[in-house]
């Protein structure tokens, strides 16, 4: 559904600002900063607009619900280590820059346009073509989103499709470059292929006769054998959370987090309420007068030419257009109240049931306020007991006992440089992750790195032992020896007997005659494709089911030709039985794909470069580390 939605505007410039919204962070300049104390630093500035931690953490969570919504159901944490956070900063950076390149010229969109264009778009109309509040709301609540965010994002979507439609509309390619494209990518081949299954050839024999030969596959696949270099390192392991458990905070600093964070612990006063539509207010005046009469909320809406009513569910106050926010929660519960406007003609509510907004007690959220304020001054002590430590190396103490004195113990750990411990396996709750990896590759053995800081604390290490790479001896792994010389065997075998085949069916045998006569082939035709292996340019034409190494060696035989095609696990032989121009219809149409997925490029590669440049000179600072903290569990 929310395809459907971003289907909502048809220009293409309107479908490009989807993917703009998804540009590389290569554009912008990203920084880290350090925040210490109660420093409050935005997570992200755009030119004037800065946006906080809290902004972003709302975006993300938006945009993960949507995709739950979805059914791609994905924990936070996946969701951030794919991509989907970086995605949602994107899109406010990228939205701001737009908003901001066409407030500098002026550009603006009218009530008046914002509501035709919502009010004719395919999306809200019912059969007949008519608008359909109805359909409006459910379709808005599917996708978790407010009228009043909707209106206002379609709002910015026509400024910032004016700002654009300058920069790329209209970009037509070269036709000759098109024409020449178009040839080539529109001719298709057909032809039959001779594949050679393993019982083609004999069955290689359960050992080489000569020795020297397993010595050699051995030999030459070494590194397969080979087990890779592991590093004994120790771990001294200091984390905000286990330093919280021992760090006392006293009721009244809970007491102050909890005043200062009310915000966060209040639920919004809301209400039940059911809607109408109308034209016009005087529809809207006839259907409230028959309401007061006796007759119900639906039959006068039906008598007036409205639409609804619809239950419009539990709202508040943030969840409705200005317009409407303040006349519904100010009508009383149990009636229809007046007339209210806004940009989608007149409406009659009526409220069912209203709760009052509630701030949830202190005894509820105690221990969640503890916890962070007791990692927040874990933090700080973290700093000290990183200082101390290292104090205590340099006086001369071992690792151990300087890990002894603020009462850390150590962990020792064995793995490659994939992380994987001995077993395989990759090694669980690695203190630091990849960062700890990187440094037990980087020491000398006996070398103490630097101590390290993380997102969860600071990790120092010790490299203690360092295994080198150590081939198997081939007697331990002579039976997967044996196995990849009869796999390495039936593949020449199969090849060889292909390129016989294959100048037999040169010299003019048929493909068919040398399938009946070659025991454990299969001939099977090969359907007209063009150079992508699909039946035609479009990307909902089928794509046939075959290998690549037939598509490439069918595009570079000539008709009639026969040619041998190496396989990962065998060989065949291709037979090209026919080259198949395009008719002039396909032929136009498939130009008309090619001209447009040119143009789209183009546009797209000039519209980039737009807003490269529009972010270069509005200016965009992104604080990866308050982002990071801000999106951290217990956050």
Do not use: C
Not at 114 to 122: E, M, N, Q, S, Y
Not at 163 to 185: N, S, Y
Request: hydrophobic share 45%; aromatic share 4%.
């Amino acid at each position: 559904m929310l395809d459907a939605l971003r289907r909502g505007s048809k220009s293409w410039i309107a479908k490009t600002l989807l993917g703009l919204l998804v540009l590389s962070f290569g554009i912008w300049g990203v920084a880290d900063y350090v925040v210490r104390g109660h420093t409050v630093v935005p997570a992200v500035v755009v030119g004037d607009q800065a946006f906080s931690a809290e902004r972003v953490r709302e975006q993300f969570n938006n945009d993960l619900s949507r995709l739950r919504r979805q059914g791609l159901n994905l924990p936070t944490e996946q969701a951030i280590a794919l991509g989907f956070l970086d995605q949602s900063v994107r899109g406010l950076v990228n939205e701001a820059v737009l908003t901001q390149g066409a407030q500098a010229f002026g550009l603006t969109a009218t009530d008046e346009t914002l509501r035709t264009v919502i009010h004719t778009d395919p999306l809200f109309q019912d059969a007949s073509g008519r608008f359909d509040r109805d359909k409006l709301a459910r379709i808005l609540a599917a996708n978790g989103l407010s009228e009043a965010g909707y209106v206002e994002a379609r709002r910015q979507e026509l400024v910032r499709t004016a700002l654009l439609r300058p920069v790329a509309d209209g970009v037509q390619p070269p036709a000759f470059l098109v024409d020449t494209l178009a040839r080539h990518a529109s001719e298709r081949r057909e032809g039959q292929v001779l594949r050679l299954t393993d019982q083609a050839v004999p069955q290689p024999p359960a050992e080489p006769a000569d020795p020297a030969v397993l010595e050699a596959v051995y030999t030459k696949a070494l590194a397969r054998f080979t087990t890779p270099e592991q590093r004994t390192a120790t771990i001294v392991p200091l984390t905000a959370a286990a330093v919280a458990r021992d760090i006392d905070v006293p009721d009244d600093a809970i007491q102050e987090a909890y005043d200062a964070r009310a915000d966060q612990y209040m639920t919004a006063a809301s209400r039940a309420v059911s809607q109408s539509l109308f034209p016009s207010r005087e529809a809207a005046q006839q259907a409230l007068a028959a309401i007061r009469a006796g007759q119900s909320l639906a039959d006068a809406t039906r008598a007036q030419g409205g639409t609804g009513p619809v239950d419009m569910g539990t709202v508040t106050r943030e969840t409705l257009p200005a317009p409407l926010a303040e006349p519904l929660f100010a009508q009383a519960v149990g009636i229809v109240g007046e007339p209210v406007e806004d940009d989608f003609g007149w409406h009659l509510f009526l409220v069912s049931a209203d709760t009052p907004e509630s701030l949830r007690p202190l005894s509820e959220v105690r221990a969640e306020i503890r916890a962070s304020l007791a990692e927040d001054r874990a933090l700080e002590a973290l700093y000290t007991l990183s200082t101390r430590i290292e104090d205590a190396l340099a006086g001369g103490a071992s690792l151990e006992d300087a890990a002894a004195q603020i009462g850390v113990t150590p962990i020792q750990v064995t793995l490659d440089r994939q992380g994987n411990g001995p077993d395989g396996a990759p090694v669980a709750d690695l203190p630091g992750g990849t960062d700890t990896l990187d440094t037990v590759f980087s020491l000398k053995e006996g070398e103490t790195g630097p101590m390290k800081e993380n997102d969860r604390g600071y990790t120092l290490v010790r490299l203690d032992h360092v295994t080198p790479a150590t081939p198997r001896p081939l007697a331990d792994v002579r039976a997967d020896v044996v196995a990849l010389w009869q796999a390495q065997s039936r593949i020449d075998a199969l090849q060889a007997l292909a390129q016989t085949l294959t100048e037999r069916a040169q010299a003019g045998e048929s493909l068919d005659a040398l399938a009946k006569a070659t025991p454990g082939s299969v001939l099977e035709p090969v359907p007209a494709v063009v150079r992508g292996g699909r039946t035609g340019l479009a990307q909902d034409d089928a794509r046939a089911d075959l290998d690549p190494a037939v598509i490439k060696a069918l595009f570079e035989t000539e008709v009639n030709g026969v040619a041998r095609v190496l396989l990962p696990e065998g060989a065949a032989v291709l037979q090209v039985t026919g080259i198949h121009p395009p008719s002039p219809e396909v032929a136009a149409a498939e130009r008309k794909i090619l001209a447009d997925q040119i143009s789209r490029t183009l546009s797209n590669d000039l519209l980039d470069g737009y807003v490269q440049a529009l972010a270069g000179k509005i200016g965009v600072t992104i604080h990866q580390d308050v982002i990071r903290d801000a999106l951290q569990p217990g956050r």
